[in-house]
């Protein structure tokens, strides 16, 4: 490796071990040893010490320790061990860097620092299970760090506009006399976040351990690889998580620091300065680690290229930019040019199946005002009919097809789709309209999208646009029948009347040894693949992660096992998993990645589960947070007593069945609880089970297992009469 960058990098290390090292010992004199320390919202402790050094550091003498092995790292001797000998110390001293960046990020957590606005601080592990679904999915390929404020501001938009529409997620760090490229952007009005894929982190170098911090969470959420396990959880933040780092303008010692962390890791750092040695040794990325590119234009293309992502940039008959970073855009009131639907006016969007004669494939009909026939902030009624025909296309592919237009039209940069069907609420941005964008663009995007998602089963695609009034009154009408009629057919399936299930198996590029088995009444544990997506998935491909899976005989049928299930969970998942009860929460349960929507957990002095959403984040009655919990059920293994549902699952009547399913649900996050309210109501009077709901208690009545057994007593909760769980 070069010698300036080696140099640079160590001298980097040396500054960040000091400052670790001098902010312990002030915390050990003002807090003592035993002052509890930890990042917010993570199982995981210090997240990098945790998967590197195998240390649960909880406390400022655990802090100590960390600080320790830094200067070990970085000292004068050699160490006794280095973490990759071939690269020799100069990736040695980019461990070092993270580990002390961690303490000196933890001390900051400890003092109550308050974090600057817009910036996220330490990433949270809900954030990264809420994400799981778009890496492992290959809709978000991967991230960026970027360093730095851009030469201009110009190039600033364009740099994260180009990770942007190849779907590729950017977190903004680290100042340069005083400006990072988070202030271009505000000055450009650029809209950040995580729903856009802009992330500000933090205006410091330190605050890039939060970025590789997540990154690490991957090995031990998705991977199930344990702490200390360094080798296993390098290999797969090298060969499952495709990172990498951008720098702008010349590197000071504390970044090339960072950037050797980084190429640890895996993940290689692109910069544009002239002045930059570019190091090119192999064995840890795609190409190469250090690299230079110059041209602003190709810089991005560059840095995709280098470390090996697979992108697809998506090109279509409309004039604004178009990818699934655009999917959270929110256009607001004062930048819209349009709206429909929402409590302004009345919208629809439906799709129904035709005879492939009553079709003309590409045809989108506007009958109507369009958008330039409107004033600015105007509210107009809309009605969205897509006609499909195919030789495989089935009236129970429509809702499926259906739901799709919430993702296509929202990638639309400057178009805000909510809801679906009847409660439509979509906005077009007066920066759309300005580069031209009209109704029958919408069309355009349903068209291209439908073909090219699911050409497998639609051979042709006619849409047509309706803002007259009457007749979008007229399509309401017989959407709402075609929607009703849609959801008895689907209320009705049931695990006994098919002989096949399908399998998931999408969750695999970051959980190897996980298998979903979706079936009519359990959905897939991320809550957006059910039943018929699945037997359309296969259809659309008969190779892809969705198959077939046919049950076989029975081998217990109260257990929801099958011998054809067995041997097919068997069979893909590495021999991992030898047996799968579909109904049972405690005998060989399903088997999760970590994208799950809710983990259900047993409470034996309650004889009952409880049920936690990902979104809540307090504590629960059996002592552990929905993080720690979800250490215990990710990575694709197989816990008796845990497992990972989708949140519709709840209410389905083979629900932990073998074990007496909802009866046995004894508590629940509140807003869960209201959110599943009226489906849980349905089931439990299904079941004889009147006022159930609130018998279900939530973190308002108890978050203590005492305090939960005295309630359930107090409400006479049926779980108490049942047979012990264990």
Known sequence: MSRKVIAAAIRGAQSFVARAESEVRTALETRG????????????????????????????????????????????????????????????????????????????????????????????????????????????????????????????????????????????????????????????????????YIVPVGRDTESAIYVLDWAIRGALTFGGHKKGDFRACLRYCRERIFAFGITFGPIPDEWYAVGAGAIVMGFPVISDDATTPEIRPTGVTTYEELVRETDHEKLIARAIEVRGVKVKVETMDIPVAYAAAFEGERVRREDMHTQFGGKYSKAVEFLRMRDAKDIEDGRVTVIGPDLDATDARTSLDLGILIEVAGRKMRPDFEGILERQMHRYLNHAMGVMHIAQRDQLWLRISKDAFKA?????????????????????IVDRVQ??????????????????????????????????????????????????????VITPERLGLCGAYNWLDGQAAYEINPVGPNQPIKKGRVVNESLGEWQGVNEFVYAHSNHATERFSAYSLMQNPMTSCGCFEVIVAIVPECNGVIAVNREYQGDTPIGMQFSTLAGSVGGGAQTPGFVGVGRMYLASRKFIAAEGGLKRLVWMPKDLKEAMRAYLADRAQEMGLNGFVDKIADETITTESDGLLAHLERVEHPALTMEPLI
């Open 33 to 196: 040893s035993e002052q509890r320390v930890g990042f917010p919202g993570t199982a995981f402790y210090l997240p990098m010490a945790y998967a590197l050094m195998g240390i649960e550091a909880q406390t400022v003498g655990d802090l100590q320790l960390i600080a320790r092995h830094c200067r070990e790292l970085v000292g004068e001797e050699p160490p006794a061990r280095l973490w990759l000998p071939y690269l020799g110390r100069g990736l040695d001293s980019g461990v070092a860097t993270l580990l002390a960046q961690e303490v000196i990020c933890a001390l900051r957590y400890l003092r109550n620092e308050p974090i600057e606005q817009d910036h996220t601080g330490f990433i949270s592990d809900t954030i990264l299970r809420e994400l799981g679904i778009q890496l492992v999915d290959g809709r978000m390929p991967g991230f960026a760090a970027i360093l730095g404020p851009a030469p201009t501001n110009d190039i600033a938009v364009k740099a994260v506009r180009q990770l942007q529409q190849r779907n590729i997620l950017s977190f903004l760090l680290c100042n340069r006399d005083g400006r990072s490229l988070y202030d271009q952007l505000v000055e450009e009005g650029v809209e950040m976040g995580w729903n856009t």
């Open 436 to 456: 031209g964008f009209r109704l029958k663009h919408l069309g355009n995007i349903l068209h291209a999208k439908l073909l090219g998602e699911y050409g497998g």
């Open 463 to 516: 849409v047509t646009i309706y803002t007259e009034s009457e007749a979008v009154e007229k399509l309401l009408a017989e959407a709402t029948a075609a929607f009703d009629a849609r959801d008895d057919r689907v209320r009705g399936m049931m695990d006994e009347s098919v002989d096949t299930f399908y399998s998931c198996t999408i969750c695999q590029s970051y959980a190897p040894n996980h298998v979903c």
